[in-house]
């Protein structure tokens, strides 16, 4: 339900766990409220956040359906929402400095032209076998992120 929120959560660098991605037998909510405890959940679902209320286990509830209003929310949380290198978007896994092997195999594969590695700095996910680097999908994300404080902000002057 949250799936984009996570990712934004990875790519602002933070370990982030997402249910769906995860292996495990049984119930999916009770397998959320008594696993993974050293994490806050979160969650939109109102019967799970006070089954984990009543467990003790750290929750936050999530209200809106719209990432960038979600993105708001947990900043109450002290989350903030900058772009870092440090994580696969995808998988969660650290990302690390490709070697010229890796860069290249990755290249191929994809298609990307050689001049990249030339243009930018590139960064790799040994999980996914996928390169990231600061080109248009990036400035793209700094222009959201830009949106979303923007909007935060229009909402401090004028909610509170
Ligand atoms: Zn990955």
Request: charged share 40%; aromatic share 10%; proline share 2%.
């Amino acid at each position: 339900m949250l799936k984009k929120l996570a990712t934004w959560l990875r790519i602002a660098g933070y370990d982030t766990l997402y249910i769906a991605d995860l292996e495990f037998n049984g119930d999916e909510d009770t397998f959320m409220v008594y696993n993974h405890r050293d994490r806050i959940l979160l969650t939109k679902d109102k019967e799970l956040f006070k089954r984990s209320k009543a467990a003790g286990r750290p929750v936050f509830l999530i209200r809106s359906d719209d990432v960038a209003e979600q993105m708001r929310e947990v900043t109450k949380l002290g989350v903030k929402f900058e772009l870092k290198m440090d994580r696969c978007s995808v998988c969660n896994t650290p990302l690390r400095k490709p070697s010229d092997e890796e860069a290249l195999e990755v290249m191929r594969r994809e298609g990307i032209k050689e001049d990249l590695r030339q243009r930018y700095e590139l960064w790799y996910c040994e999980r996914c076998k996928k390169l990231y680097w600061m080109g248009s999908h990036w400035r793209n994300m700094v222009k959201f992120l830009e949106r979303v404080e923007r909007s935060s902000n229009d909402c401090k002057n004028e909610c509170s």
